[in-house]
């Protein structure tokens, strides 16, 4: 399980390229990460592979995760996934064959759990886009608890991770990730030592109960996308009940509050249909279906009606259009604004459209859209720093290739400030 000298020189890269995929990435609770013993970090799971490039920012060394199998079937993938630091976990779809392949995975996860290493598993064992846990499999409680065996008095934990995206496609939204309180798996043990199905139960609620305290989770199934679109229409007043700002972190945690008091009053209204608190539900539901309609009949999004565009962003735009304006006169500033523009890749090419009809699983798009961005970029800046180097001088082309990367990284949120602002 040694680190191998190329998967820690590309990681770097890899993480600035994660950073500059998101227009900003929040981080709570990194202090909760145990310090001794092992770990297996637990995230909700709802984004495809960008979760595990996000899981990567949290530690400086490296971090080792289980995936669904059936993606492993191409070779190439294999190899680039193994190369990550990916092992595959099948599931009973995947054929009788396929499954007894999971006890090398399960060998290698403990192994690197003893060796020291954090490992990531999703404890649903399937992606989700709806903000809503699913219910957890039980193979990582099996493995945290054979491995714990292993390790004796020193401590093993799981740690629940809530994994928070503002859009599940688009590039340039904001990630929120999460930490919460860890589980020690010792007492566990001595559960199981008397009755493995019922330490494997507890383990099972105690992590769904942590898990739905970490992230934004609507438990209404009935009226999920009423719930779902209120928690973006109520989430500036909830805010301001909070008495906190808005920013990416606090809009993720008036989403939870919105959430968890939306499925406390659908469960009063179950227990009493005639009481004020059906009647509040209904007329929560019959303003969320008000502004579906509204939005749907005026082509925009819920969450623009509910976060419409800031004067920032306003003054963002209207700079932009006169930047634009700018380059039709052939002044200093035009070759100024034209550099610029030469400099930063895939400048305003929206590719997660073209992946958006190309790949049919939505959880994956995003997951594509990065991949497919990260490749051009590179290709994109080396051919920038070669070119630039022959018309000029070496100086010239790393002074190019500087540039390229500070663009890089600022235009994620000058674009998020002209979509909304701050």
């Known amino acids: 399980m040694a680190n191998d000298a190329l998967y820690n020189t590309l990681r770097p890269l890899v993480e600035y390229a994660t950073r500059c995929h998101y227009a900003s990435v929040s981080i709570r609770g990194a202090e909760r990460l145990p310090q001794e013993g092992g770990y297996i970090i637990a995230p909700c799971h709802q984004n495809g592979m960008m979760e595990p490039l996000l899981i ?42 396929a499954l007894s392949r999971n006890e090398d995975t399960f060998n290698r996860s403990r192994q690197v759990l003893l060796d020291g290493f954090p490992l990531s598993m999703m404890a649903e064992g399937r992606h989700n886009d709806r903000h809503q846990l699913l219910p957890l499999v039980k193979g990582m409680f099996r493995i945290a608890l054979q491995t714990q065996h292993q390790m004796g008095d020193a401590p093993l934990f799981i740690v629940p991770l809530g994994i928070d995206l503002d859009h599940y496609e688009r590039p340039y939204s904001h990630a929120v990730l999460n930490v919460g309180e860890p589980i020690d798996v010792r007492p566990f043990l001595t559960i199981a030592s008397n009755d493995e199905p019922v330490a494997l139960n507890a383990m099972r609620d105690e992590l769904t109960t942590r898990l739905k305290a970490v992230m934004h989770n609507i438990d209404s199934h009935e009226h999920y996308d009423e719930f779902a679109d209120l928690c973006l229409l109520l989430n500036r007043e909830e805010r301001q009940r909070l008495d906190i700002n808005d920013t990416p972190f606090n809009r993720f945690v008036a989403r939870q509050k919105i959430a968890q008091r939306l499925d406390a009053l659908e469960r009063a209204a179950a227990a009493a249909p005639s009481s004020t608190d059906a009647d509040e539900l209904q007329r929560l539901l019959a303003f969320a279906h008000g502004r579906r309609n509204y939005a749907t009949q005026h082509h925009t999004s819920v969450s623009r009606l509910a976060e419409p565009p800031s004067t920032t962003a306003r003054l963002l735009r209207i700079g932009a259009i006169l930047a634009a304006v700018l380059l039709l006169i052939p002044t200093f500033t035009r070759t100024i604004l034209l550099t610029l523009l030469v400099c930063y890749p895939l400048p305003l090419l929206p590719t997660h459209i073209a992946v958006h009809h190309a790949i049919e699983d939505s959880q994956f798009r995003s997951s594509i859209n990065f991949g497919v961005r990260l490749l051009l970029s590179i290709i994109y800046m080396i051919a920038l720093f070669v070119t630039v180097s022959i018309i000029h001088s070496i100086l010239w082309g790393m002074a190019a290739l500087t540039v390229s990367l500070l663009l890089t990284t600022i235009t994620p949120k000058v674009i998020d400030w002209m979509r909304r602002g701050l």
Do not use: Q, S, W
């Not at 190369?83 to 779809?93: A, G, M, Q, V």
């Open 56 to 97: 990567m920012l949290l530690t400086p060394g490296p971090v080792y995760h289980i995936c669904r199998g059936d993606i492993f079937e191409n070779p190439t993938l294999a190899r680039l996934f193994d190369f990550l630091k990916i092992f595959p976990i099948f599931r009973r779809r995947d054929g009788l064959k």
